[in-house]
C-alpha cells in the first residue's frame, strides 16, 4: 500500500469532522504520523441539488456514488459516510468495512418559536428534508406546517436564523461532533421519535480485498456498533427502504443479545406500525429481516401503494 493513505469524504463541515475522527483513531491505533494521510473532498450529487428532495432526484445514493466511484478507481484508499446515508446495496468490488463507536441515535430539536415541538404555536413551519423526520412531526402535530429544508447543518441553522422555519430536526451525534450541542432546545425520545436505521454510527468503505486496508481499518472497528448496525440495515433492505420510504429503526446491544424497535409511518403520519424483537448478536441480520416481514405483514402491501 502507498505510504499515504486517501481518505475520501464530502466536504461539508460535519463529514469533514467525521473523516477526520477516522484519521485520528487510525493515528492512534497504528502509531501513525498526520503525514500518512490525506483527506480527499470529493463533491457528491447530493450535495449539488439543493432545490428539491432527494427523494424525487434519486434517493440516498446521490451521497455516495461520486466517492464509490473515486474508491473503485482507486483515487482514495477508503470513504467515510454517514452510515444512515447509506444504501443498503453497495457497488459490486465494495464493502463496509469498519464502524466507529456509536455517538447517541436521537434526533435534537432546534426551536426558535418555541423549545420543543409541543410547544409551537398552530400553524407553526418546521423544516426537514427527512420524509421519516416529516411524517414523525406531523403524527405528533398534524397542525404544523412541515416545509422541505436542504443543506448542511449549518445551512439548516443559518435558515432558521433567517425566519425560513420556526423549528428543524438535526441528528443528535452530528450536531455533537460540531460542537453544537448548544443550539438544541429539545432531545426527542427514541420510543417515540425513533431514528433512522444507522444514524449516528460512522462507517468506512473500501475495496473488497485490499487486506492492507482491511488490517488497518479491523484496529479501529466497533464490534457492538457493527453488529447493531446489521441488524437495522437488514431491516431497511427487507422493506426496500430508501429517501422514499419513511422507516425508522434502532438496535442496541446488551451482553450477547440484540434488542431491535422499528417503524414504518405513512408520509402524512397518520398511519403506523411498530415492530420489537429481540435475539442473540450473531443473528442480528436475521433478527432485522424478520422484524421487517412481521411489520410488512402487519401493515399490509396496500400500505406501501404510492410511496414511491
Known amino acids: 500500500m502507498q505510504t499515504t493513505l486517501?481518505?475520501?469524504?464530502?466536504?461539508?463541515?460535519?463529514?469533514?469532522?467525521?473523516?477526520?475522527?477516522?484519521?485520528?483513531?487510525?493515528?492512534?491505533?497504528?502509531?501513525?504520523?498526520?503525514?500518512?494521510?490525506?483527506?480527499?473532498?470529493?463533491?457528491?450529487?447530493?450535495?449539488r441539488i439543493q432545490d428539491r428532495p432527494l427523494s424525487e432526484a434519486g434517493g440516498k445514493g446521490l451521497f455516495t456514488k461520486e466517492i464509490e466511484e473515486a474508491l473503485l478507481a482507486r483515487r482514495i484508499d477508503i470513504a467515510v459516510h454517514s452510515s444512515k446515508d447509506m444504501p443498503t446495496v453497495l457497488p459490486y468490488g465494495l464493502e463496509l468495512s469498519a464502524f466507529l463507536p456509536r455517538e447517541d441515535a436521537r434526533d435534537a430539536f432546534v426551536g426558535k418559536a418555541?423549545?420543543?415541538?409541543?410547544?409551537?404555536?398552530?400553524?407553526?413551519k418546521v423544516g426537514?428534508?427527512?420524509?421519516?423526520?416529516?411524517?414523525?412531526?406531523?403524527?405528533?402535530?398534524?397542525?404544523?406546517?412541515?416545509?422541505?429544508?436542504?443543506?448542511?447543518?449549518?445551512?439548516?441553522?443559518?435558515?432558521?436564523?433567517?425566519?425560513?422555519?420556526?423549528?428543524?430536526?438535526?441528528?443528535?451525534?452530528?450536531?455533537?461532533?460540531?460542537?453544537?450541542?448548544?443550539?438544541?432546545t429539545d432531545l426527542m425520545p427514541l420510543d417515540?421519535?425513533?431514528?433512522?436505521?444507522?444514524?449516528?454510527?460512522?462507517?468506512?468503505?473500501?475495496?473488497?480485498?485490499d487486506l492492507d486496508v482491511e488490517k488497518m481499518l479491523t484496529a479501529i472497528h466497533d464490534l457492538?456498533?457493527?453488529?447493531?448496525?446489521?441488524?437495522?440495515?437488514?431491516?431497511?433492505?427487507?422493506?426496500?427502504?430508501?429517501?422514499?420510504?419513511?422507516?425508522?429503526?434502532?438496535?442496541?446491544?446488551?451482553?450477547g443479545t440484540v434488542v431491535f424497535a422499528g417503524l414504518i409511518i405513512s408520509p402524512d403520519g397518520t398511519q403506523s406500525h411498530e415492530v420489537k424483537a429481540e435475539g442473540p448478536v450473531q443473528d442480528a441480520a436475521h433478527i432485522g429481516e424478520d422484524?421487517?416481514?412481521?411489520?410488512?405483514?402487519?401493515?399490509?402491501?396496500?400500505?406501501?401503494?404510492?410511496?414511491v
Open 224 to 255: 457492538p456498533t457493527g453488529q447493531a448496525l446489521a441488524c437495522e440495515r437488514a431491516f431497511l433492505a427487507a422493506l426496500d427502504g430508501s429517501c422514499r420510504t419513511p422507516i425508522a429503526g434502532h438496535a442496541t446491544i446488551s451482553g
Open 114 to 124: 418555541a423549545k420543543t415541538i409541543a410547544g409551537l404555536p398552530h400553524g407553526a
Open 6 to 47: 486517501k481518505i475520501g469524504t464530502r466536504g461539508s463541515p460535519l463529514a469533514l469532522a467525521q473523516a477526520h475522527e477516522t484519521q485520528a483513531r487510525l493515528m492512534a491505533a497504528h502509531g501513525m504520523p498526520v503525514e500518512a494521510f490525506e483527506v480527499v473532498v470529493i463533491s457528491t450529487s447530493g450535495d
Open 192 to 209: 417515540t421519535f425513533p431514528p433512522a436505521p444507522g444514524q449516528g454510527a460512522i462507517c468506512i468503505e473500501s475495496r473488497i480485498g
Open 291 to 307: 422484524a421487517a416481514r412481521t411489520v410488512r405483514a402487519k401493515a399490509g402491501e396496500k400500505f406501501f401503494d404510492g410511496w
Open 128 to 184: 426537514s428534508s427527512s420524509l421519516r423526520r416529516q411524517a414523525l412531526i406531523r403524527r405528533m402535530r398534524p397542525d404544523l406546517d412541515v416545509v422541505m429544508f436542504r443543506g448542511n447543518v449549518q445551512t439548516r441553522l443559518r435558515k432558521l436564523d433567517e425566519g425560513v422555519a420556526n423549528g428543524t430536526i438535526l441528528a443528535y451525534a452530528g450536531l455533537k461532533r460540531l460542537g453544537l450541542e448548544n443550539v438544541i
